[in-house]
């Protein structure tokens, strides 16, 4: 539905949506959306389809994909049923995947149809980023710039004396809530708020 309804000169972006590499026929819509091949065609038949005569001259298909459209947009039919999408219809649009899988985690057919641009950060690049963002993470837990500052140093030292690795921009705030706990040993307990 999500192609089907950008399918004119859009963008989709899918996010946080892993398991679309784990079904087959998610992978095949996938691919055929990423295809680099026009006119891009996503066919896929089921109980949910209906197929179209592709012979059609194209205003009459662009009428019928426009009815099931604006269908869809009302909330379906009389029933609240969905309308039935179109099992065959051109792809158009284009679409960004974010995923934090490694490449090799992705299937090859889907990444030799795609530009794949990993934005992974190293250690030093991650803390240096929280550096840089401390004003909103002290803002969205509650404390102050300056004990976020103090978190974030004590942090750092730990990174140093190679107590933790691979901090995430969820270190930071897990970090503070150690912090925030009130325990009397809460800075032995920072290391925790990391991978180790």
């Known amino acids: 539905m999500s192609f089907f309804l950008n399918r004119n000169n859009k963008l989709l972006v899918f996010d946080d949506c892993d398991d679309v590499f784990k079904d087959i026929t998610s992978q095949n819509l996938l691919k055929a959306a990423l295809d680099s091949d026009e006119p891009r065609e996503l066919s896929w038949a089921s109980r949910n389809t209906i197929p179209i005569d592709q012979s059609l001259d194209a205003s009459v298909i662009a009428n019928i994909e426009m009815g099931i459209e604006q269908s869809i947009m009302a909330g379906g039919d009389e029933e609240g049923k969905p309308p039935k999408l179109p099992s065959t219809f051109r792809y158009k649009g284009r679409v960004i995947f974010i995923s934090n899988l490694k490449a090799d985690k992705i299937p090859q057919p889907v990444i030799s149809r795609s530009l794949l641009i990993d934005v992974t950060l190293t250690d030093n690049e991650m803390l ?9 993470i002290a803002k969205d837990t509650g404390v102050t710039e300056s004990e976020a500052d103090d978190v974030l140093n004590r942090l750092l030292n730990l990174a140093k004396e190679g107590k933790i690795s ?31």
Request: a positive charge.
């Open 128 to 136: 240096t980023r929280m550096k840089q963002v401390v004003p909103v």
């Open 166 to 196: 691979k901090p995430t921009m969820r270190t930071l705030p897990a970090a503070i809530n150690i912090m925030k706990s009130g325990m009397p040993r809460w800075e032995s307990l920072l290391k925790y708020a990391a991978v180790n």
